[in-house]
């Protein structure tokens, strides 16, 4: 079962801050947010694994309440860059790969000058 | 930086007509996953493939996809007889072991007519 993110969609001025959420109705052990640009492929930001150990490769946070099942992406002053779609993208099990993700519908963002 | 690349970019079929979509993953992943992506939906997972067989696959993935590593550098989607409902953007995505994350590539658009 996919999870479910909100907002839809969210309009930022550059500097602005957003924080876009992501829940499961079941128990996860990693979520993994996403970002996709119009025709491009998903780009890796950050994984949040039970346990609360986090792995990114940007300046991006995130928090994962294990016990609410939800997961928070939040971009901080906001630059035209982080337009996007943003997706989270969940583990279930530990014996799943991380490569099997249920992803969530996405959250449109878009950051004007 | 390595990247998974994908070729068509774009391809146009006929309905009933079968298509291969190619991919080559990351030179040091051993896992690999194909995705697809209906226009304005979210992405969808099909299968992982490790050590040369299917380890998951979602109920999408039935007896019309088939997956295939022919040599040590492609991995190879293949539908069956295509369908309307087939036109998708389809990612190819590796990751490096089971619980790393997964990189994905640029995508083919397949629409079928």
């Known amino acids: 079962q996919q999870p479910v993110q909100s907002p839809q969609a969210v309009i930022l001025r550059e500097g602005e801050d957003a924080v876009i959420n992501c829940s499961s109705s079941k128990a996860l052990y990693s979520v993994h947010w996403y970002r996709q640009k119009h025709g491009e492929a998903p780009v890796f930001l950050m994984i949040l694994l039970k346990g609360g150990e986090q792995k990114g490769h940007e300046k991006i946070s995130a928090s994962f309440n294990e016990k609410k099942q939800q997961s928070s992406l939040y971009l901080t002053a906001s630059q035209l860059s982080y337009s996007g779609t943003y997706f989270c993208g969940t583990v279930s099990r530990p014996t799943d790969s991380w490569g099997k993700l249920q992803f969530g519908a996405g959250t449109q963002v878009v950051v004007t000058p | 930086e390595p990247e998974v690349t994908q070729t068509p970019s774009h391809q146009v079929t006929q309905m009933g007509q079968e298509v291969i979509l190619r991919c080559v993953p990351i030179s040091n992943h051993l896992y690999f996953y194909w995705y697809r992506q209906i226009l304005g939906q979210k992405v969808e997972f099909l299968v992982s493939?490790?050590?040369?067989?299917?380890?998951?696959k979602s109920e999408i993935f039935d007896d019309q996809f088939s997956v295939e590593r022919p040599d040590g550098s492609n991995f190879t989607l293949k539908i069956r007889s295509t369908k309307l409902e087939d036109s998708a953007m389809y990612f190819c995505a590796s990751s490096q072991t089971v619980n790393t994350e997964a990189f994905f590539g640029q995508g083919t658009r397949l629409t079928v007519v």
């Open positions: 493939f490790y050590n040369n067989e299917i380890s998951e």
